[in-house]
């Protein structure tokens, strides 16, 4: 921890007395944040740069991340100071990719070790994924104490590997304390993912319903495959829509799509939908305020991603995951069905289901209202919106 005095350099006539009392001390606690790659990494790394403000405006805050990466672009734009440094993954298979890998994690760890003589921070934090690997070792290097945050219920492999040296990990759900790459951590604690506040904090209201060409009086289905879209919750939604017309006065969708597939999935509502059946929907690309559609959401059908998972049991949303099957160590299924066994969710494996199976989930939640309550209260019991905030005393509390 570092102090700045200033004082008058006129000493004449003043006692040591006078001169102490007349300092003015003020104490800059700096950290560093690493995490990248992927908004997945970069979101919770954000949110909680935003509460460690919200309860020291005087910290400094500097992240370092992957050069030409997402974070180089976000980051900035949330008004952060940024610090680039050389990136890259290691594959997963021994190949002669691994030479130039090793070389470009060699120069990201040598930057990173300039940046901590230059920074002197007082804690460094990691979100994953592997630009966040460089950062945390340079810290140890300098004897930097070192906090690590997993959005998933699986541990991924940077934090897996660093977790044994960390001063603290902050988990985002209860199965991955069992991970044995915390058997050496000091501070274990599940806080969840760290979310915005907005997010649980937007209001259920009319103006919402009509600015979207909603109605208050309908359940609503929300559609959402992450910022990109997902093809194959797309393509399964428009398949069961002419199975959900007859619930046409019950039930209203708002689908995000992604840019790329926008203009298909809009035709295809309109065609199977036509306007005389009296089927309510809203289609987009993306939603730049989702605290909107959240507020007015009754049930999700969406991707299981760590900070989906999140945002979704923070507003206490019953789900229905139809998890990335891709995803390194198998991530997202598992915390899909972290979610279904607590009762807040369905879990539907891309792949192994049929449109039958999605309507029946659907009008089972939305139209059976002693499920859809105890949906509800499993998943608001499940979800945890002061994540930030938590992590963040956590961490103020450490330097």
Not at 164 to 190: C, D, G, P
Not at 248 to 275: C, F, K, N, R, W
Request: with cysteine; aromatic share 8%; proline share 5%.
């Amino acid at each position: 921890m570092r102090t700045a005095k200033h004082c008058d350099t006129n000493l004449s006539g003043i006692n040591n007395h006078d001169l102490v009392s007349s300092e003015r001390i003020e104490t800059h606690r700096k950290v560093v944040i690493a995490g990248g790659g992927t908004g997945g990494h970069i979101y919770p790394a954000i949110g909680i740069a935003q509460a460690l403000q919200r309860l020291d405006a005087m910290v400094d805050i500097i992240f370092i991340g992957g050069a030409g990466r997402l974070e180089s672009t976000l980051v900035p734009q949330h008004g952060f100071q940024f610090r680039p440094i050389s990136v890259a993954g290691f594959p997963r298979r021994l190949t002669l990719q691994w030479f130039p890998v090793i070389w470009k994690v060699f120069r990201g760890l040598i930057q990173s070790l300039r940046y901590m003589n230059q920074l002197k921070p007082d804690i460094v934090i990691g979100t994953g994924g592997y630009v966040s690997g460089p950062v945390l070792l340079a810290g140890l290097l300098r004897k930097v104490p070192v906090a690590i945050q997993e959005q998933n219920a699986s541990v991924g492999l940077t934090n897996g590997i660093l977790a044994r040296w960390a001063k603290a990990a902050y988990l985002a759900m209860e199965s991955a304390r069992q991970n044995k790459a915390f058997r050496r951590t000091r501070h274990i604690e599940v806080t969840g993912n760290p979310i915005r506040p907005a997010i649980t904090t937007f209001p259920r209201r009319e103006e919402t319903y009509r600015k979207f060409g909603l109605s208050p009086d309908r359940k609503t289905i929300f559609v959402m495959g992450g910022s990109q879209g997902a093809q194959a919750i797309n393509r399964a939604v428009v398949d069961a829509l002419p199975y959900l017309i007859e619930f046409a006065d019950q039930i209203q969708i708002v689908h995000q799509t992604g840019a790329t597939e926008v203009a298909s999935v809009q035709t295809e509502y309109e065609q199977i939908l036509v306007p005389d059946k009296g089927f309510l929907y809203c289609v987009r690309p993306f939603f730049d305020t989702v605290e909107e559609i959240y507020s007015v959401a009754d049930v999700m059908v969406c991707r299981a991603g760590g900070m989906t998972v999140a945002e979704v049991t923070a507003c206490g949303i019953p789900a229905i995951f139809i998890p990335l099957p891709s995803q390194t160590g198998n991530d997202q299924v598992l915390n899909a069905y972290s979610v279904a066994e607590e009762g807040a969710a369905v879990v539907l494996e891309q792949g192994g289901f049929t449109v039958e199976a999605l309507v029946e989930s659907l009008t089972n939640i939305l139209l059976d209202q002693d499920t859809y309550e105890q949906m509800v209260s499993a998943s608001r019991a499940l979800g945890k919106p002061n994540a930030s905030d938590n992590i963040a005393k956590s961490i103020l509390s450490y330097v």
